[in-house]
C-alpha cells in the first residue's frame, strides 16, 4: 500500500470514530428551553444523556424532552438549598405605626441577616448588656420566636462584630474632627472591675460642632 492509500485510511477510520461528549458539559444553544422552571436549572449532557441540573443543589435529573418539566417543578418545591437560600432574601409585609398620629401602613420588608446582627450588636453596646446574653436559651427562644432564618452568633462573634463596627466609627470620627474649626478637649476615666482585677482607662473627646451643640466622642 502506498503511502497516499495509508494516509487515506487512517483519515477514514479516524472519521468513522464517535466524538464524546464532556461528562457534565453545558448544553450550549442545541436545545431551545422555553419553560420559566428552567431558569433554576442547567441543561448538561451527562454520558451521552441530557439532564437538568439544579442550580442550588446540583442534583440532577431527567432532562430530555420527553421527561416533560413536572418533575423539575416538583424538584423546586422540596430542594432544602432552594428553600434555605431563597428564603432569606423573598420579601414579605408588615405593619408599621406612625407614633405621631397613630396611623397604620402596609410595607414590604425583606430579612437581611447583616442588618440584624449589626443591630444585634449595637443593642448591646447602647444598653450595656454583657455579651454572654446571645449564649441565654431564653433570649435564643425569643429571637426565634421573632425570625427563624435569623442565625444567632455566639458571644465570640458578637465581640468582634461590635470591635470591627468599632474600628469603622473611630476613623469616622477622627475624618470629622480633622474638619472642625474649634478645638477638641480630652477627658479620662478611670475604674476597677473588682471581680477581674483589672483597670480600665476611657478616653473622651468633647468639642463644639458648628450649631454650638456639645459633642462628646469615646476615642479609646
Not at 32 to 55: F, T
Not at 94 to 120: C, H, I, M, W
Not at 175 to 194: E, G, H, Q
Request: proline share 2%; aromatic share 8%.
Amino acid at each position: 500500500m502506498s503511502a497516499l492509500g495509508a494516509s487515506s485510511g487512517s483519515q477514514a477510520v479516524a472519521a468513522s470514530q464517535s466524538v464524546e461528549i464532556e461528562e457534565d458539559a453545558p448544553a450550549g444553544k442545541k436545545r431551545k428551553l422555553r419553560s420559566e422552571v428552567w431558569k433554576d436549572y442547567d441543561l448538561v449532557n451527562v454520558n451521552g444523556s441530557w439532564k437538568a441540573k439544579c442550580k442550588w443543589c446540583k442534583k440532577h435529573l431527567g432532562g430530555e424532552t420527553r421527561n416533560g418539566t413536572t418533575h423539575l417543578k416538583n424538584h423546586l418545591l422540596i430542594c432544602e438549598d432552594r428553600i434555605t437560600r431563597k428564603g432569606l432574601t423573598q420579601s414579605t409585609l408588615k405593619l408599621s405605626a406612625n407614633p405621631k398620629d397613630g396611623t397604620v401602613t402596609l410595607e414590604k420588608y425583606v430579612f437581611d441577616q447583616n442588618v440584624a446582627r449589626k443591630e444585634l450588636a449595637l443593642m448591646i453596646i447602647v444598653h450595656e448588656y454583657p455579651l454572654s446574653m446571645v449564649d441565654h436559651i431564653g433570649f435564643r427562644k425569643f429571637c426565634a420566636a421573632l425570625q427563624p432564618a435569623f442565625k444567632l452568633v455566639s458571644r465570640n462573634i458578637i465581640r468582634k462584630d461590635i470591635l470591627d463596627m468599632y474600628q469603622v466609627q473611630k476613623q469616622s470620627m477622627v475624618n470629622y474632627i480633622k474638619k472642625l474649626s474649634s478645638r477638641v478637649a480630652v477627658t479620662t476615666d478611670l475604674w476597677t472591675v473588682n471581680h477581674q482585677r483589672k483597670g480600665y482607662m476611657a478616653v473622651t473627646a468633647h468639642f463644639l460642632d458648628d450649631d454650638w451643640k456639645l459633642k462628646s466622642f469615646l476615642i479609646r
